[in-house]
């Protein structure tokens, strides 16, 4: 992994800092729409740390420079940080967060700014809150974004791809129905309307998609709803006249992107007009909105920050989306077991040299053939070795590790079609593995038969079973460091909230339902040797059981991806019969699914007839 010599960046960044009369500057990952994946023009955190993790915070000072990222990137941190930089490990024992190293910091009556566009509303009412109260003057809004102007002219272009209209035959359901559903919501909270800003909410809201950020097909976009009117505020030279048509059609206007902000402005000064003889119903924005978009509306008395209605509508999958993501596993899975055989062929018998890139592309050549394929849903995971204990690992063309046949190979990928996402991940090993890694690989396997398996009643959170998937390895004093599931768009992004599975806060706040869709992906990784990931999505669903206590159903789930596991790091000794019976049951159904797709005496078929071979 490069490291970046950022020196002459941030003396760049303290001199504009000094100018703005700003102290300590805080550099947040996500873009003005609180997106986790980001266009190249706004991977500013990236830029001025040379850290291109997904998740993490930095923090500027005159004297000092810290990045702040959770376990899954400590590894990649520690190799991409140039010397001018402080690692702060997030959930680490004894280690601040960003937040409270920054309100250190602060002590003496300095100042914190901020591109208010960039930081959630209350985060930033916290920070400063923070800031105060350790003896700093507080936070700033400093508009004009101070990384931009280090760029320069060096800043990546913003995109301007075309925009496309998503049939119904793929999501399922009109955008005038789901406008029809989210004036529900607003009646019964009395809101004015609701503005949105996130783009995948906006994209499903639609029914349209976009690619202005990689492997999301997403378009940069807000809109606000009200009980009477619609408005999609987005550059109109990316709509096609299918777009155009359609949102007419559903009673849809569309005004320019950057006009948002003046509309904000002045549906807050309406609103003031009104005066106390009328008090102003408030609009809601999503708690993920940020700071500005809050202070355009006219602050705390014009706003409601809540959860997102058409997030949570979102990932509640309707039949058709739910048969989508069915259908497309199938198709992703019959791509994965293709190159698995391919590359164990090329590796074993043919003895080729095959690095961690070409693997990748590869595998995306198998994807290619698939019907409705559209693109990758992320960057291809594709690890050998040590390169496999890093958590969130890319390689790099030009500068990766060649595959070695003698250790472990962790792929995690995905992809996006136009009836679904897919994100799996396995992991195997082409020669003899250790005993060790026998044992770490089926640990992690028998947690996630435990989660797949596990029955819960309505109202369960995902913080609530993670346990289920770490038990075998908290047994034996061994955990990992990231979450055990993540929600899953449909042909949206990768990564959705508000559901997930781990332990992170959010996830005890929303409980799991009927229609959710999400990733189920214990692991194990030993820095410097090996990682081990084995990685399912599966669907939420009613299932039936003897009695219903409280007179609530009961949830399980479905899983649908489609590739066996590796029978040659599984320790057999290690499974009851019931985990053995369910893997027996597992492989008979990709077995049935595969059918037809590939040929009698092939090498993928008999590839994957070994594989699923019953225990």
Same mark, same amino acid.
């Given at each position: 992994?490069?490291?970046?010599?950022?020196?002459?960046?941030?003396?760049?960044?303290?001199?504009?800092?000094?100018?703005?009369?700003?102290?300590?500057?805080?550099?947040?990952?996500?873009?003005?729409?609180?997106?986790?994946?980001?266009?190249?023009?706004?991977?500013?955190?990236?830029?001025?740390?040379?850290?291109?993790?997904?998740?993490?915070?930095?923090?500027?000072?005159?004297?000092?420079?810290?990045?702040?990222?959770?376990?899954?990137?400590?590894?990649?941190?520690?190799?991409?940080?140039?010397?001018?930089?402080? /690692?702060?490990?997030?959930?680490?024992?004894?280690?601040?967060?960003?937040?409270?190293?920054?309100?250190?910091?602060?002590?003496?009556?300095?100042?914190?700014?901020?591109?208010?566009? /960039?930081?959630?509303?209350?985060?930033?009412?916290?920070?400063?809150?923070?800031?105060?109260?350790?003896?700093?003057?507080?936070?700033?809004?400093?508009?004009?974004?101070?990384?931009?102007?280090?760029?320069?002219?060096?800043?990546?272009?913003?995109?301007?791809?075309?925009?496309?209209?998503?049939?119904?035959?793929?999501?399922?359901?009109?955008?005038?129905?789901?406008?029809?559903?989210?004036?529900?919501?607003?009646?019964?909270?009395?809101?004015?309307?609701?503005?949105?800003?996130? /783009?995948?909410?906006?994209?499903?809201?639609?029914?349209?998609?976009?690619?202005?950020?990689?492997?999301?097909?997403?378009?940069?976009?807000?809109?606000?709803?009200?009980?009477?009117?619609?408005?999609?505020?987005?550059?109109?030279?990316?709509?096609?006249?299918?777009?155009?048509?359609?949102?007419?059609?559903?009673?849809?206007?569309?005004?320019?992107?950057?006009?948002?902000?003046?509309?904000?402005?002045?549906?807050?000064?309406?609103?003031?007009?009104?005066?106390?003889?009328?008090?102003?119903?408030?609009?809601?924005?999503?708690n993920k909105g940020s700071w500005a978009l809050k202070l355009a509306l006219g602050g705390d008395k014009f706003?409601?920050?809540?959860?997102?209605?058409?997030?949570?509508?979102?990932?509640?999958?309707?039949?058709?989306?739910?048969?989508?993501?069915?259908?497309?596993?199938?198709?992703?899975?019959?791509?994965?077991?293709?190159?698995?055989?391919?590359?164990?062929?090329?590796?074993?018998?043919?003895?080729?040299?095959?690095?961690?890139?070409?693997?990748?592309?590869?595998?995306?050549?198998?994807?290619?053939?698939?019907?409705?394929?559209?693109?990758?849903?992320?960057?291809?995971?594709?690890?050998?070795?040590?390169?496999?204990?890093?958590?969130?690992?890319?390689?790099?063309?030009?500068?990766?590790?060649?595959?070695?046949?003698?250790?472990?190979?962790?792929?995690?990928?995905?992809?996006?079609?136009?009836?679904?996402?897919?994100?799996?991940?396995?992991?195997?090993?082409?020669?003899?593995?250790?005993?060790?890694?026998?044992?770490?690989?089926?640990?992690?396997?028998?947690?996630?038969?435990?989660?797949?398996?596990?029955?819960?009643?309505?109202?369960?959170?995902?913080?609530?079973?993670?346990?289920?998937?770490?038990?075998?390895?908290?047994?034996?004093?061994?955990?990992?460091?990231?979450?055990?599931?993540?929600?899953?768009?449909?042909?949206?992004?990768?990564?959705?909230?508000?559901?997930?599975?781990?332990?992170?806060?959010?996830?005890?706040?929303?409980?799991?339902?009927?229609?959710?869709?999400?990733?189920?992906?214990?692991?194990?990784?030993?820095?410097?040797?090996?990682?081990?990931?084995?990685?399912?999505?599966? /669907?939420?669903?009613?299932?039936?059981?003897?009695?219903?206590?409280?007179?609530?159903?009961?949830?399980?789930?479905?899983?649908?991806?489609?590739?066996?596991?590796?029978?040659?790091?599984?320790?057999?000794?290690?499974?009851?019969?019931?985990?053995?019976?369910?893997?027996?049951?597992?492989?008979?159904?990709?077995?049935?699914?595969?059918?037809?797709?590939?040929?009698?005496?092939?090498?993928?078929?008999?590839?994957?007839?070994?594989?699923?071979?019953?225990?």
């Amino acid at each position: 992994m490069e490291t970046i010599n950022t020196t002459a960046r941030l003396a760049a960044l303290r001199s504009l800092m000094k100018e703005k009369g700003v102290d300590i500057y805080v550099v947040p990952s996500e873009d003005s729409h609180a997106s986790e994946y980001i266009a190249a023009c706004d991977a500013r955190r990236a830029f001025i740390s040379g850290f291109t993790g997904s998740a993490g915070t930095v923090v500027v000072t005159q004297d000092k420079a810290a990045l702040a990222t959770d376990g899954r990137y400590f590894n990649q941190a520690s190799k991409q940080l140039d010397g001018n930089w402080l /690692l702060l490990k997030t959930g680490m024992q004894d280690v601040p967060t960003w937040q409270e190293w920054t309100a250190e910091e602060s002590a003496g009556d300095k100042t914190v700014g901020v591109d208010p566009a /960039l930081i959630a509303s209350s985060v930033a009412e916290k920070l400063d809150a923070s800031v105060k109260k350790s003896g700093g003057a507080g936070l700033k809004a400093v508009d004009e974004n101070l990384i931009d102007q280090v760029w320069g002219d060096n800043r990546p272009a913003r995109s301007s791809n075309p925009i496309v209209l998503l049939p119904e035959k793929y999501s399922g359901k009109d955008t005038a129905t789901k406008l029809a559903d989210l004036r529900r919501e607003l009646e019964k909270k009395k809101a004015a309307g609701f503005v949105l800003s996130m /783009l995948d909410e906006i994209a499903w809201l639609f029914n349209l998609r976009g690619s202005d950020i990689t492997y999301n097909p997403v378009f940069f976009s807000y809109a606000i709803v009200t009980q009477n009117s619609a408005t999609l505020y987005v550059d109109d030279s990316k709509l096609s006249d299918e777009c155009r048509s359609y949102l007419d059609q559903n009673k849809v206007s569309v005004k320019p992107y950057d006009t948002l902000f003046k509309d904000a402005n002045a549906l807050a000064s309406v609103a003031e007009s009104k005066g106390a003889s009328e008090p102003p119903k408030k609009y809601l924005v999503s708690n993920k909105g940020s700071w500005a978009l809050k202070l355009a509306l006219g602050g705390d008395k014009f706003v409601e920050e809540v959860r997102s209605p058409v997030g949570d509508a979102k990932a509640v999958k309707n039949d058709t989306e739910l048969e989508g993501m069915r259908q497309c596993h199938i198709r992703d899975g019959a791509a994965l077991i293709e190159f698995f055989a391919w590359l164990e062929d090329q590796l074993i018998d043919k003895k080729a040299v095959i690095d961690e890139v070409a693997a990748a592309d590869k595998l995306e050549e198998f994807r290619k053939k698939q019907q409705d394929f559209v693109g990758l849903s992320f960057d291809t995971i594709s690890s050998t070795g040590p390169n496999a204990a890093v958590i969130h690992y890319k390689p790099e063309r030009g500068n990766c590790a060649t595959i070695d046949p003698n250790s472990i190979f962790l792929c995690d990928s995905g992809a996006q079609y136009l009836d679904g996402t897919t994100d799996t991940t396995r992991t195997l090993h082409f020669g003899t593995p250790s005993a060790a890694e026998k044992k770490a690989y089926t640990l992690v396997l028998k947690g996630n038969i435990a989660l797949d398996t596990a029955v819960f009643p309505k109202g369960t959170t995902g913080f609530a079973v993670d346990c289920l998937a770490r038990q075998f390895l908290w047994k034996q004093g061994l955990d990992y460091r990231h979450g055990t599931g993540h929600g899953v768009g449909s042909y949206l992004n990768v990564h959705e909230g508000p559901i997930g599975i781990g332990t992170r806060k959010q996830y005890a706040d929303v409980a799991l339902a009927a229609g959710n869709v999400l990733s189920i992906e214990p692991g194990y990784y030993e820095d410097g040797a090996y990682g081990i990931r084995i990685e399912n999505l599966a /669907l939420v669903r009613e299932v039936k059981t003897e009695h219903s206590f409280g007179d609530k159903p009961f949830l399980g789930f479905e899983h649908v991806t489609m590739v066996p596991y590796c029978r040659n790091l599984i320790d057999e000794s290690l499974l009851t019969q019931d985990e053995k019976d369910w893997l027996n049951r597992s492989n008979e159904e990709i077995r049935k699914r595969m059918e037809g797709r590939f040929e009698e005496g092939s090498l993928t078929k008999a590839w994957l007839d070994r594989e699923t071979r019953p225990f």
